[in-house]
T-cell receptor, first 113, second 115 residues
Framework: AQSVTQLDSHVSVSEGTPVLLRCNYS??????LFWYVQHPNKGLQLLLK??????LVKGINGFEAEFKKSETSFHLTKPSAHMSDAAEYFC???????????FGAGTRLAVHP | GAGVSQSPRYKVTKRGQDVALRCDPI?????LYWYRQALGQGPEFLTY????????KSGLPNDRFSAERPEGSISTLTIQRTEQRDSAMYRC?????????????FGPGTRLTVL
């Protein structure tokens, strides 16, 4: 079964500086990986997904993630943080033969002026 | 078009009462999922439907929890004899299921508080 580990529970950055949210995965086979974002009082929204195609995946709102098999990582990055990026971010894997999502514990991103 | 909707958005109930949470998926989506999210944690899988068939209920915590999707569209998650530990955000998602990695679209959730 696949599992994901988010290495930071909280990340704080200044507006305009880069964002790095870290995620490691464990899987005995080629994984499918996702990043979801949850804004306060809103539903979960898909940022991007990796499905064994290009290792660098571009998502919405300027986010991207790189799948690194040698490091079993799928870190989420953004070159320049915006105040509206403040939210909780979840790294997500896929279990078994169908679409059962396995969520990490989440990373809360704070963006300061 | 309309996204996934859930009702009620907030539910406060007393211990021992039954509650029913409703999920209305995106029109045409054949797959429907229920997740539960405790405070400070990521969502955890509860159960999965393909059309009206409940394909996996391995995540349901115990037999007080049940779910149905009788006509392959709207789904209801029922919790009988609620306990304080059932307090959480209950999230529903749907997908078209054309491929294993199809995006799951989430509703806003129902926050359940058991007093």
């Amino acid at each position: 079964a696949q599992s994901v580990t988010q290495l930071d529970s909280h990340v704080s950055v200044s507006e305009g500086t880069p964002v790095l949210l870290r995620c490691n995965y464990s899987s005995s086979y080629s994984p499918s990986l996702f990043w979801y974002v949850q804004h306060p009082n809103k539903g979960l929204q898909l940022l991007l997904k990796y499905t064994s195609a290009a290792t660098l995946v571009k998502g919405i709102n300027g986010f991207e993630a790189e799948f690194k098999k040698s490091e079993t990582s799928f870190h989420l990055t953004k070159p320049s943080a915006h105040m509206s990026d403040a939210a909780e971010y979840f790294c997500v894997g896929l279990s078994g033969g169908y679409n059962k999502l396995i969520f990490g514990a989440g990373t809360r991103l704070a963006v300061h002026p | 078009g309309a996204g996934v909707s859930q009702s009620p958005r907030y539910k406060v109930t007393k211990r021992g009462q039954d509650v029913a949470l409703r999920c209305d998926p995106i029109s045409g989506h054949v797959s429907l999922y229920w997740y539960r999210q405790a405070l400070g944690q990521g969502p955890e899988f509860l159960t999965y439907f393909n059309y009206e068939a409940q394909q996996d209920k391995s995540g349901l915590p115990n037999d007080r929890f049940s779910a149905e999707r009788p006509e392959g569209s709207i789904s209801t998650l029922t919790i009988q004899r609620t306990e304080q530990r059932d307090s959480a955000m209950y999230r529903c998602a749907s997908s078209s299921n054309r491929a294993r990695t199809d995006t799951q679209y989430f509703g806003p959730g129902t926050r359940l508080t058991v007093l």
